[in-house]
């Protein structure tokens, strides 16, 4: 299971479809449209990612996510 380092120090499971929503949510910010599936292949790119950096049982930081999804994109 993955879990996040949040900015005030509390960890949380991961979450794919929080980082879809979060890429759906700058997308529309940015004005450019977003699918659910083009938001869903990034989310699980993003994942496996995190899984080949840190192995299956990551810890993550909400820091890293952000890089990683800035990668995916």
């Known amino acids: ?23 759906a949510n700058s997308a529309e910010e940015a ?5 659910h599936k083009e ?5 699980h790119d993003v ?3 995190i899984i080949k950096l840190r192995g299956e049982d990551a810890l993550t930081s909400s820091m890293e996510l952000r890089i990683l999804i800035g990668e995916s994109l």
Request: hydrophobic share 45%; aromatic share 6%; proline share 3%.
């Open 47 to 49: 994942t496996k990612s």
């Open 31 to 35: 004005g450019i449209f977003m699918s």
């Open 1 to 23: 299971m993955i879990n996040v380092i949040k900015r005030k120090g509390n960890v949380q499971p991961y979450n794919e479809e929080k980082i879809m929503i979060s890429l």
């Open 39 to 43: 938001a869903q292949m990034v989310a």
